[in-house]
């Protein structure tokens, strides 16, 4: 009997009949669900190029299997962006030169958003380095990444405070 797989992805509800199910999450977005944001590095959990959110949490998704992941809220690369909006780390990562090839750069955003939301590195740039080590650059664009994650720190945190005066 095939698997049947309720997720929703970028806010969109789907019920996906698993033909494989020993898939990763990570074969499921890029090779059923065409969204290629997500990258294939290492394909073993070493370098942070597949990171997702799930229920906010980050994942690498090619560790994870797609079944385990039933009922979950998945967000990707392609999830971020409101219409033209983009996202304020997305703007950070433009502004602060934060990649070069781009290769582990959905990665690296997406890793980003959930160590923002996670409030354990706050602006203390040697926290953001520690807190982004699970994202392999092999361009080493550290620098401006780390300042794209503390620039971001700051215009989310003030946009929240805008919000609750
Ligand atoms: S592709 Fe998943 S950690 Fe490298
Ligand atoms: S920008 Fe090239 S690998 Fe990071």
Do not use: W
């Amino acid at each position: 009997m095939t698997p049947t797989l309720n997720l929703t992805i970028n806010g969109t509800p789907q019920t996906i009949a698993l033909d494989d199910p020993r898939a990763t999450l990570l074969d499921l977005l890029r090779e059923r669900l065409g969204l290629t944001g997500t990258k294939k590095g290492c394909d073993r959990g070493q370098c942070g190029a597949c990171t997702v959110l799930v229920d906010g949490e980050r994942v690498n998704a090619c560790l994870s299997l797609a079944l385990s992941q039933d009922g979950k809220h998945i967000t990707t690369i392609e999830g971020l962006a409101e219409g033209e909006q983009l996202h304020p780390v997305q703007a950070a990562f433009i502004a602060h030169d934060g990649f070069q090839c781009g290769y582990c750069t959905p990665g690296q955003i997406m890793s980003a958003v959930g160590l923002i939301a996670e409030g354990e590195a706050g602006l203390d740039p040697e926290r953001v380095r520690e807190g982004m080590s699970g994202n392999i650059c092999r361009c080493a664009a550290y620098a401006g990444i780390t300042e794209a994650v503390l620039e971001a720190t700051r215009e989310m945190d003030t946009a929240a405070e805008r919000k609750s005066a």
